[in-house]
């Protein structure tokens, strides 16, 4: 009797094993494919670093007396007033004949490059976007457009 008892377990143990056995590896597996990430969020929506440059509108009219004016030709800089530096920026024509001169040195000042003025001075550097803006203006030929 002690012997079928014995048996008896030994077979239920092993049958439960055999439902223990799936159930064990059905976890395992779905703990290793369902595991935890980690979402960044630049990656998903992506701002400054890869935001394209709208240089449509890089236009003297539109884009570059606007960003002067605010930027360079203001009161005690380089408008007609002031024109520190003998650099006047009013008006297209002063533009246009400064940059066409002194087009390295413009361009040195505006990207703070090594060696040159930083411009604005006691500002912060302009926007790349920007930057490029002016270069394409003066690629196509300091239109007054």
């Known amino acids: 009797m002690i012997l079928l008892t014995v048996k008896n377990y030994i077979l ?5 094993q055999y439902y223990i056995i799936p ?8 703990s290793t494919t369902q595991s ?3 979402d ?3 990656e998903l929506y992506p701002t ?3 935001t394209t440059c709208d240089s449509s509108n890089a ?3 539109t ?5 002067i004016v605010s930027k360079c030709a203001t009161s005690g800089c380089h408008n007609a007033t002031s024109a520190s530096a003998g650099v006047n920026l009013d008006g297209y024509t002063n533009i246009k004949n400064y940059i066409s001169r002194s087009s390295t040195v413009f361009f040195g000042t505006i990207k703070h490059t090594s060696g040159y003025l930083i411009m604005p001075q006691g500002g ?3 926007a790349d976007c920007d930057i490029t803006k002016l270069q394409l203006w003066v690629n196509a030929g300091l239109l007054n457009n």
Not at 12 to 16: C, S, V
Not at 23 to 30: D, G, Q
Not at 63 to 67: A, E
């Open 63 to 67: 884009f570059v007396s606007p960003l």
């Open 48 to 50: 400054s670093g890869t």
């Open 124 to 126: 912060s550097k302009l």
């Open 59 to 61: 236009k003297f009219a």
């Open 12 to 16: 239920t143990f092993m049958k439960k």
């Open 36 to 38: 935890c990430y980690y």
């Open 23 to 30: 159930i064990v590896l059905a976890f395992l597996i779905a």
């Open 40 to 42: 960044v969020e630049s």
